[in-house]
């Protein structure tokens, strides 16, 4: 068993494993579920006390003790009237119980244990060996914030050692070079009490997040899109048309104005839809292409809260393309197209690609979808990129493509997405004239490259260690003088690489030639000029890279062009 869905159903019989351990010791706990994830697991507890950190190392050695006694795992299917009088003391089972259609229940039993389940485990707990519990973080019953607290408890699981100290030596490492502890150093960006989950850019951080802005309007512009801007808030009433409340209420956040209800928006396609709608459409209009630097808020529990990664607001790169059926290949391979230049401008070269389909809560006729799942696979297979299906990971309003990336400590990230849909044209009633005069309706395609500023952002900072390359460092270029003779001439060239739109800074200290270099080294800083007496003299500089290699007699018409190749 090594693929990712023994990978899953590993994880699940471990989830089940916890939940035994903790009941075990702690018998008035109320359990409520416990699923696998993409990197481990989770379960949430309703415990009496809440637990602390030094417990973790207490279950995990229960797990172990539970592992070593190889319980056989069976699945039955019980009577739900039976379910509901073994559950008649935990309210959390009794309500899951009440949700899953049908007669019966799924069961899982390992010793005396036994836990609500729809099936899909390792056949005893003596398969579960090489495991870690990681952490603890609040919840909320079905990440309800009005419902009932509890404590998560997450985990990770493994097939073998080999791959269990791979994953612990990862994140050994990945601690090592957090975001958060790397914005810190190099004053990127901060968070503060007076707004959790709401990040704060410092000059340097707004730099790269103008330098992401740049380059993707710049790219948008060469690939024939319009900028527009819309409201950060809008009317409930156009939430409920988009099918957003429905779907995601409990996600966005509202206020009231002249006594009518407005939602602060989470996402940026509305807006675009209520652009489009400003006036008739003709044919000759489309492909109509619209991108958007829009900032979103979406609430997000404060136990998941992570850095930049996981925030409450967040800018996303979007774009919308109104375009006609025999324009989607198009427009898609245009836009997958772009979605690889991008990854690899910032040193992806690792990316899975995958194809998500229709999800339970989806609105629409089966009929669209499948035509749009359709025009997707068309256009990967004609592009000759390989990619895997996602079944029902869809959006609500339309199936998509999903673009992973491994960084360099070879953790996965999704980043990038592009969706087909057919449903927001019809929930907003969109027409174009037709060349025979008649009203067609177009189809909507989505698109974020980046995702998130903020997120991309983050695991920029991670994937690089720090070291971001030359064309993304805030700041490019410090100055070094050996003496204080040589700043008048550095004053010069400040200026001069100013002009041309180059991120430099002069090293004003005192610090001997030495200590510059040191400190420039620590503060990550690409390229270093060198300015002795020499170099006045000659009007030239001498370029030293972190690596400590130098290239002297460089004239500054020499160094200008050095940093336009590597933007």
């Not at 869905?5 to 903790?22: I, M």
């Not at 960006?189 to 740049?214: Q, R, T, W, Y």
């Not at 790219?219 to 995601?248: C, F, Q």
């Not at 669209?368 to 309003?397: C, M, Q, R, S």
């Amino acid at each position: 068993m090594s693929s990712k869905n023994d990978l899953k159903v590993l994880r699940h019989s471990a989830a089940h494993l916890l939940a035994q351990a903790v009941l075990e010791l702690y018998p008035d706990t109320k359990l409520t579920i416990g699923p696998a994830t993409s990197d481990g697991f989770f379960y949430d507890f309703a415990p009496t006390k809440n637990f602390k950190e030094e417990d973790l190392p207490k279950i995990e050695a229960r797990m172990h003790e539970l592992s070593d006694k190889n319980y056989p795992i069976e699945h039955e299917d019980l009577d739900k009237t039976k379910a509901r009088e073994i559950y008649k003391d935990n309210p959390f089972k009794l309500e899951l119980i009440e949700d899953i259609p049908g007669d019966t229940v799924g069961f899982s039993k390992q010793g005396d244990f036994y836990d609500l389940c729809r099936g899909g485990h390792v056949s005893s707990t003596g398969e579960i060996k090489y495991f870690k519990l990681l952490s603890l973080a609040g919840s909320y019953w079905r990440a309800d914030r009005t419902r009932e607290n509890l404590q998560r408890i997450y985990g990770t699981a493994f097939f073998t050692k080999e791959d269990l100290e791979k994953y612990e030596l990862q994140k050994e490492e990945a601690l090592k070079y957090d975001h958060r502890k790397l914005g810190k150093e190099m004053d990127l960006f901060s968070f503060h009490d007076e707004g959790p989950g709401f990040p704060f850019f410092h000059p340097k951080g707004k730099a790269i997040i103008n330098v992401l802005i740049e380059y993707m309007r710049h790219l948008r512009n060469m690939s024939g899109y319009v900028e527009i801007a819309t409201p950060v808030i809008l009317s409930d009433e156009l939430w409920k048309r988009s099918g957003h409340y429905g779907h995601y209420k409990e996600n966005m956040y509202f206020t009231n104005i002249d006594d009518k209800s407005y939602a602060i928006k989470p996402m940026n396609c509305p807006g675009a839809i209520l652009v489009y709608k400003t006036r008739p459409r003709s044919y000759r209009e489309l492909p109509l292409r619209l991108s958007e630097f829009g900032l979103v808020h979406r609430h997000e529990l404060s136990g998941v809260l992570h850095g930049l990664l996981r925030v409450r607001a967040f800018t996303q790169d979007d774009s919308h393309v109104f375009c006609t059926i025999d324009q989607i290949q198009q427009e898609v391979t245009k836009k997958i197209e772009n979605t690889f230049k991008v990854l690899n401008k910032f040193g992806f070269e690792k990316v899975k690609v995958k194809l998500s389909t229709k999800p339970s809560n989806a609105m629409g006729d089966d009929a669209l979808w499948t035509k749009a799942i359709d025009y997707l696979k068309t256009t990967l297979e004609n592009l000759n990129v390989k990619y895997e299906i996602e079944a029902g990971d869809g959006a609500f309003y339309g199936p998509k493509i999903d673009f992973k990336i491994e960084d360099s400590m070879g953790r996965e990230w999704q980043l990038s997405t592009i969706q087909v849909d057919f449903f927001q044209p019809i929930n907003f009633d969109l027409h174009f004239v037709a060349p025979s005069g008649q009203q067609e309706r177009p189809v909507m395609i989505h698109q974020a490259i980046y995702g998130s500023l903020e997120r991309f952002f983050a695991i920029l900072l991670e994937h690089f260690k720090g070291n971001l390359p030359f064309f993304v460092a805030p700041v490019q270029i410090r100055i070094l003088t050996i003496t204080d003779e040589q700043k008048e001439y550095a004053e010069q060239i400040f200026k001069t690489l100013k002009l041309q739109n180059i991120r430099v800074e002069i090293d004003e200290s005192s610090d001997p030639i030495s200590g510059k270099i040191k400190s420039a080294t620590l503060d990550k800083i690409p390229w270093m000029i060198v300015i002795g007496k020499k170099e006045v003299e000659n009007n030239t500089i001498t370029l030293r890279f972190k690596d400590g290699n130098q290239e002297p007699n460089l004239s500054i018409n020499d160094l200008i062009d050095r940093c336009k190749s590597q933007n």
